[in-house]
């Protein structure tokens, strides 16, 4: 066990201690890393096959951070993913993946990370992978989605928002008002960029911008590559608008509409077989009985701020750059 774990446990039982009469009861949670996933059936062809599809889930921000949490922090995203995958990749039963979505999008280096880890599985094992939106696939969630050989969403998924932000805040004015001033003192014209103590300045956004049009031109390369859009159709995909499941099929981001069993089946069409389990990870205290239970992914978004505080519904930190809808983050 870790030190960190340890040292919190023991402030824990002293605290127990020091209350003298009347019983104290606590508990501690150490995260999903800790302990071993247990896999169960959702879903199940009439045949009663032993072969199996796994269903991952991808829940909420996508992110590379572990979350606070006493005695250590959650996995992050990629962890998760990336656990799950690593299991299925090794059960010689597991002969395809669904990749559930449900998420606005994530940071940009986190969403591609996982990209990659995803297209990494699918040319290691052999395996098909099918991606099922749910509410929402949008930005980075549809960027995940791309890794996949087939892609499925329901007619009322919002999905699209090909594009990248990078939200900044300046409150320089409003602290002027105040008679306050924020000075800094820099090496460079350019190493306070976006500072929200100093005043805006058009040649610092001016440097955002073109980091925000490098990381949008290699999200709609891979628009192009992987859904062999071209010319005007590519832009009209490519400009940050949203779409819904429906809208998306006619516009070649996906390849159907469907739900769930409709990826299933697919995903045993890809892998060449008729009957599967459909087979979910999960914590022993968190079994699914049906394929729409609770993703345990689904309490991963980003670490609280200051900002995030005064404007919870935008949920993003200033200054990261992110394949994102940020309406549809809400106030998680």
């Known amino acids: 066990m ?34 071993r996933l247990r896999e169960s059936a959702v879903l199940e062809t009439p045949d009663r096959s032993r072969d199996k ?7 909420g921000v996508i992110l590379s951070i572990d979350e606070p949490a006493l005695g250590g922090g959650r996995s992050n995203t990629i962890d998760r993913v ?17 990749l559930r979505i449900n998420s606005p999008g994530g940071g940009v280096t986190a969403t591609d990370v996982l990209y990659h880890e995803i297209r990494a599985f699918r040319e290691r094992s052999g ?14 969630g549809y960027y995940l989605a791309l890794a996949a050989d087939r892609v499925v ?12 932000i990078i939200p900044t805040v300046n409150v320089s004015a409003g602290l ?13 014209p350019n190493k306070d960029i976006a500072n929200p103590l100093q005043p805006a300045r058009d040649e610092h956004y001016a440097i955002l911008q073109a980091m925000v049009d490098e990381m949008h031109a290699t999200f709609a390369e891979l628009v192009r590559t992987r859904r062999g859009l071209e010319g005007e159709a590519l832009a009209s995909a490519t400009d940050g608008r949203v779409f819904t499941g429906a809208q998306a099929v006619e516009m070649g981001l996906i390849d159907q509409t469907g739900g769930l069993r409709d990826a299933f089946r697919l995903a045993r069409e ?5 009957g599967a389990q459909l087979v979910r990870y999960h914590a022993p205290s968190r079994r699914p009985t049906t394929p729409y239970a609770s993703a345990e992914l689904g309490e991963h978004a980003p670490r609280a701020s200051l900002l995030r505080e005064l404007v919870p519904a935008s949920a993003l930190e200033p200054g990261r750059a992110y394949y994102v809808w940020p309406a549809g983050i809400g106030t998680r």
């Open 270 to 274: 890809l892998a060449g077989i008729e």
């Open 127 to 140: 395996k098909p992978v099918v991606a099922s939106m749910g509410d929402t696939a949008a930005s980075g």
């Open 82 to 98: 990336v656990r799950r995958l690593n299991i299925a990749e090794h059960d010689p039963r597991v002969k395809g993946v669904v």
């Open 53 to 59: 599809i796994a269903m991952i889930d991808i829940d």
């Open 176 to 188: 002027a008002s105040l008679g306050i001033q924020g000075r800094a003192v820099v090496s460079g």
């Open 2 to 35: 870790q030190p960190t774990r340890l040292l919190c446990l023991a402030l824990l039982a002293a605290l127990a201690a020091s209350v003298g009469c009347g019983p104290v009861t606590f508990s501690v949670t150490l995260g999903e890393a800790d302990v």
């Open 153 to 164: 969403a329901h007619p009322s998924t919002i999905t699209g928002s090909v594009g990248v």
